[in-house]
């Protein structure tokens, strides 16, 4: 299995917005920008119902950890309000076409949510990404502008922060810059 990355690049954020809206549904765009802003693992999201966000923050319990998690949404209040104002509070949010043998509706499947975000992803010449690149993408970017490594560590359910900053990429980012740092100052002389 190959590893997913975080989408590092805030305007390769916005082209995956723009794609999945072209490809896809509003559903999509939205699955998508919640991932990217609260961190949860796909199989957490796909089971929340309206009644779960409309009071603008999500609380629950997450299904690989059993622990309770409470995550503010206020930042997105504008695209909750719009996203669900046409959808019963027993709904799923992110709602299949597919329906269970009673009739019943049902959430979307974590391979269904991976190929749309997949689909959309290569569209804009991304690689390496998948349902787990949200999350990814959420660490990464609050990481970037806040350096909480203690909050995020919390957040994801991590025993150090050498394992959430390599998960979100950060270390393979420093070493990145630290080689070629390196590397420059000591080989950068010409012989012409």
Do not use: W
Not at 20 to 30: I, K
Request: hydrophobic share 30%; with cysteine; aromatic share 10%.
């Amino acid at each position: 299995m190959n590893s997913v990355e975080p989408i590092r690049d805030v305007k390769k954020i916005q082209e995956m917005k723009e794609a999945l809206a072209y490809y896809g549904s509003e559903r999509d765009v939205f699955l998508f920008n919640l991932g990217i802003n609260c961190g949860l693992r796909v199989s957490d999201m796909l089971g929340l119902k309206k009644k779960d966000i409309k009071d603008y923050s999500i609380q629950l319990r997450e299904q690989k950890t059993r622990k309770q998690k409470k995550i503010p949404l206020y930042h997105l209040k504008k695209d909750i309000e719009r996203y669900i104002q046409f959808i019963g509070d027993e709904e799923y949010l992110f709602k299949s076409n597919k329906t269970d043998s009673n009739g019943h509706s049902r959430p979307i499947s974590r391979v269904q949510a991976y190929r749309i975000l997949n689909h959309s992803a290569k569209s804009i010449g991304l690689n390496e990404i998948g349902t787990h690149s949200m999350r990814k993408t959420f660490g990464y970017h609050y990481y970037k502008k806040t350096k909480d490594i203690a909050l995020l560590m919390d957040l994801y359910n991590h025993s150090s922060q050498s394992v959430t900053l390599k998960y979100i990429g950060i270390n393979q980012d420093l070493l990145n810059e630290s080689i070629s740092s390196v590397m420059e100052d000591i080989f950068s002389y010409s012989v012409y």
